[in-house]
């Protein structure tokens, strides 16, 4: 089969298409048949080196849809069976590829009438949202969430779950998104641009929840805007110091910090599996931006870090 690879970290020309085995599943293992794969930056980390050193060469890629092809013993999923799945393509290859190798526990069945790729865009982003929103946050109905960077991958997906809890939901992305992220649930949609933007936030409505893309920038907003006793997923942060600097803000509003790891999401097969109702019920869209061939990839990774899109990338082995 053919599979995108890297033989060593690097830049985006590091990416081949590889010739390689198909993969046969062991134990509690499902190959699927990759019908797409999402682009995700921590793509580009782990293919830079930056995180966890994968043995080489590796394949990217950290979540897929398809269909089942193959199944090992003690798994539940038969040949030709809808799923989608993520968590993968860091202790585990990747998705990037005609077929991948899935523990079964990171695998839910995809509904009839759900695009594979719309389910290979939510897998990964979706767990993050889920994590972060409601199992490190425990955002309730009638709450007010404040979701940064709500035209990301993660952020319209964050965005429409928030609303499908029953929240209230402020979100900021680039202005031409708002409307979009309006009929996808936000309440009230901001140009993270905007000078008075924390005053435009706390005019919404201060956030119980804060999903945060970008602690470095973004704490010592969170920790003026937010509700007595709010809480903050952090997903992404670069600079350790900005947070500890805010730590006395933290403190006199009872805020409390959470960062959240997609990688660390104990049953990915039950996130995925709740993800797959709304998906159903449309409660839950995905936002494709660009769609790209095997041969592709490369020039993906470049993009997911390029220029600003609503939603996600995929690629269509
Ligand atoms: N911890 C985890 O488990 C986890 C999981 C997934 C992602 N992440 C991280 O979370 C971040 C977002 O991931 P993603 O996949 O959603 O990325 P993405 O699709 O590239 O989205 C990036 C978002 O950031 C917004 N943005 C750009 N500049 C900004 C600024 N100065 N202030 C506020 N927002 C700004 C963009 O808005 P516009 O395009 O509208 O300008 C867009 O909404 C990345 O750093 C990623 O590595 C972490």
Redesign the pocket.
Known sequence: MHAVRYHDHGGPEVLTVDEVERPTPGPGEVVVAVEAAAV???DT?FREGAYEPADLPWIPGSDCAGTVAAVGEGVDYAVGDRVFATGLGNWLQGTAAEAALVPDSHLAALPDGVPFEDGAAVA??GV?AF?SLIAACSLEPGERALV????????HVAVQLAAATGARVTT???PE?HDRLRELGADDAFD??RDDLADAVVDAGRPDVILD??LD??LALDAEVTAQGGRIAA??NTEPDATFENVPRCRAKALSVHH????NTPDFGDVLARLAVLLADGDLEAEIAGRYDLDEVAQAQRD??GE?????LVVRP
């Open positions: 995700n930056p921590v980390y990964l982003v993050t994590q940064h960077g709500g035209s990301g991958g993660v952020g900021t992305a680039s998104y993270y641009r893309h970008r920038d973004y997903i992404g959240v790891s997609m990688f997911v870090l600003s899109v609503l939603g996600k």
